[in-house]
């Protein structure tokens, strides 16, 4: 095996657990502010992983309609997935210069096969409260899919159209995009888009306990569960990172105050996470349609405008 | 007699000759044995395939002409033929196809009263395709081209229900676009050079030098590639053929080998007959997002799989113009990095081509076998195969995962590379094209989701017999198995089928990304690197499986009844099944779209729809002129006598 194999390995693997463990205090974090926005106490810090641990000794249930092996592989396909993604991220935030696995449409895409792999699994249980999930989940990434894109044009634009991450976080060394008008809105657009990608509420339709009793995961227990459990809190890591370096300019890695810095924005997009999730009732299907089709969608667009003509006018502010 | 061995021994007219000859025996066995065309059509496919390892074994570039006739005025008829390698990759992929599917037919088309002619069809298809592909003059395309029209109107023709209705369709539009590439030619042979212009060989020239007949000849032989691929607004014949024409029919013609010559004219036409300026370019790339986007949202709402197939068959053709597109806006700029990235866009054009080829005519196999099981192709009655047959699902998958574009599948490769070629536009149209692309793959990721329910992962519709999966299935599922590891093959290996067309295009793709940001940096060929990801991806599988193995290693699956809230289902219930159908029903209620959806499943955006209701408006007119009433039609003649009387008298200036 190649040097560079050993080390794309070994990257991977750091990457993921680190993503995990980052996931795992992330989704305290969140628990514990939502506890104390409804004035309850909250979980201990170490409840997260130790929900994981649980499901990982219970037995894994399977119903008699499902589809077995695809029903069982979809987690893990998602989880190795968001792996990989996450190996990708944070080399391009360490070291930017060097190209690694991929660009920006490789993570796109990857980022796609959670939502992907979910709507496999809940179509391969065979109940139909998952199958109403699936349907909404697909509707869902439909709609965050064309405004994110969108929002993104805007740093793609800034930094001399390339698709190449590093690129994106090198041409923001001067000043991040976030610091212009049209990246303002683009950040706007792209926290809601994450917001629907982390399918949290306002756009927890797919699950819904309420209405359709956890929708895509309502036949998952134990292991698979788990692993589910895990993508998602891999990706409450992953997207706040992903809008850093596209927005943000990444880690300053030569000044002091880069790392500060960076942590600062990250707790930033995790607390609008969080808050969002608690101050808002959940949208219906065609409801979150329409806010991402008639209304992200020409946000973004008019912030792509700004910054292109920006950009051909010299107008570094637009 | 001489003749024709002289042209057997010609290597670029033998593959034709042989596969001419060979649909004849076959079509004319075809009565007294169908095992007869099952041979030929094979050994056609395989004297193709080793015609052209023929040609390719040659160091140097072939070209022959063979002189047939001078029509006088400067126009000679010239048979005359070249081998160029988008040709024959084109002649390579096509007896490919055509091999696969006459394996797939030996069973699908068993016992159909027309069997032995089927086979005579698919020869004279490939022949007709070889024709193309060698093809050194616009008339010999031509003529290969109008055969393969021909055998898709008579083999859409045989199917059920309103198989001739299709039929029709599908020869009025092609025939249509036939016409504008005839009307092409002709217009060609009128300019100064007679029939010199005629020749694919002479190198590319310039729209502007031909003057104004230049923009029209390039815009009918476009409008005849963009029929024949089947881009908005000539698509209609697609889905209306695909309805009710068998199986292997739609996955051999409109799937594969309609696509592949539609995409090789656009691309003779683009690069090696004319330069066109960046307007056509734009052209392009304007045909290619309404493709994307019209036909992508109208396939998303289908209810029948074969005609949701169709639609995505022409929503793809979408990337292979903007590819085009891009490239020729990309050249006319002019400069050399400007050059090479347009190399880039029209390698992902034409590597798109293949790979839908690949992946498009695997699921319309899939798409045959399901609706046999099943015994419809209504989506809402399908269902429950994924556990009746795994191998089907597993291709079906594959093949659905690589037109969605999902990496580390072929789909994704080639789609990578179109989006580059977008965004390389660097003017206003960058970010329209590139989210189109990305939202139409989007929208191929939602219908595919819904298929692979409908068909394979929802319980089956109560009151469907339990389909069975009989003797002969391993010719129906091998096409398939090999398909899927095609797709599987290029998504990990792109550069094998990038080197395969044009290394030239490719090296000149690795050039651009080198001066374009320091060093190749995802791939040694601008690529990303498909093969670390895809190990990452395998790693992390194996690792997961290994810890859910490890944590359950002392308990089994359980398996229990699913969660409905305490209902329990009695047998043939359908209340607990959410057909797929329902899906997507939330688009068809938005503003704006819906309406959009509604006008375009009514026709009001199909020109065959309108042509025919006016012509028929027309029609109606002249037939209510003709009452039968011998005096109407003295009125007639002495009115007509009165009229060429006033043009005489005027004329004559008295």
Redesign the interface.
Known sequence: MSG??MW??LT?LAA?IGTMLLGLALRWVDRKVTALVQWRVGPPWYQPLADVLKL??K??????????T?F??AP??A???T??TA?ILWRTLLVPQ??????L??V???L??PA?MT??GA???????A??G??RE??L??SY??PL??AF?VP??RSG????L??IVTAQAASPVVFSVSGVLAVVVAVVCMQAKLGQVPFDLAEAECEI?SGVY??YS???LA?WLMARMMLLALLPLLLILMFWGGLHTGAWWGVPAFLGKYVLFVALVTLIRNTNPRLR??QT??LF??VLVPAAAVA?VLS?TGISRGIPWL | MNGFLEAMRDPLMAPIVWALAAGAAAYLAARLSTAAGKVLAVAASLMVLGGAANILRRPEALASSIPWADLGGGFLLTIDLACTPLGMLVLIASAGFSLLITLYSFRAMAGEYWEGKFYAYVIWSLAGTAIVALAGNLLVLLVGWELVTLMLFLMINQGSGDAPAGAAKAYGILGFADACLLLAVALLVAQPGGSANLSLTRGAVPVEDLGAAGYVVYSLILVAALAKAGAVPLHTWIPKAAENAPPSVTAYLPGALDKLLGVYLLVVVTFRMFQPDGTMGVVLLVVGCLTLLGAGLMAVMQENLNRALAFDAVSQVGYMAIGIGAGTWLLAAGGTQAAALAGVAVAGALFHMLNHAIYKCSLFLMSGVAGKACGTSNLSAMGGL??IMPVTFLCGLVAA?AA????PLNG?ASK?LV??GA??L?N?G??IV??VA??AS??S??LF??I??AV????RPAGVSVPRSGKGSFLLTAPMVIQAAACVLLGVRPQWALELFNPAIVQAGAQAVAA??GGI??GDLGL??PG??T???L???V???G??WI??VK?K?????????GEVPAAGDDR???PAT???K??G???L?GTLLAQGETGAMDPYYWSGKHGRTFVELLRSLHTGLVSLYVAWCLLGMMVMLAYLLLSARI
């Open positions: 560079q194999a794309a390995i991977f993921g990982m000794g037995e894994t249930l399977m119903p008699s309609t499902a589809r077995g695809g069982l592989l893990i396909i989880l190795s997935a792996a990989v190996a060097e190209g690694f696995l991929g660009d449409i490789v796109i895409y990857l796609m096969v992907l709507v496999l179509s391969a249980s065979g109940n139909p409260h199958s109403i699936a349907g697909v509707k990434l439909l899919e064309a894109l969108l044009l793609i634009a159209w390339t698709l190449d590093g690129r009793m309502v036949e134990g292991p698979s692993c299907i065609d349609m329409r089709w008639f792509v292109m | 994924g556990r995962l969605s574009g999902v990496p994704f990578w989006f580059q965004l390389s660097k206003p960058a970010p590139l989210v990305v939202f989007a929208l990721l939602a989701l819904k692979l329910y394979f992962l929802s319980p374009d940001g940096r995802t990303w690197n670390v990801a190990g990452l991806i790693i992390g599988i690792l997961g499986l810890f859910a944590m359950s308990r699956v359980r398996v229990v009844r699913p969660f409905l809230s607990f099944r959410l329902d899906f997507y939330t688009l209620k938005l503003p779209i």
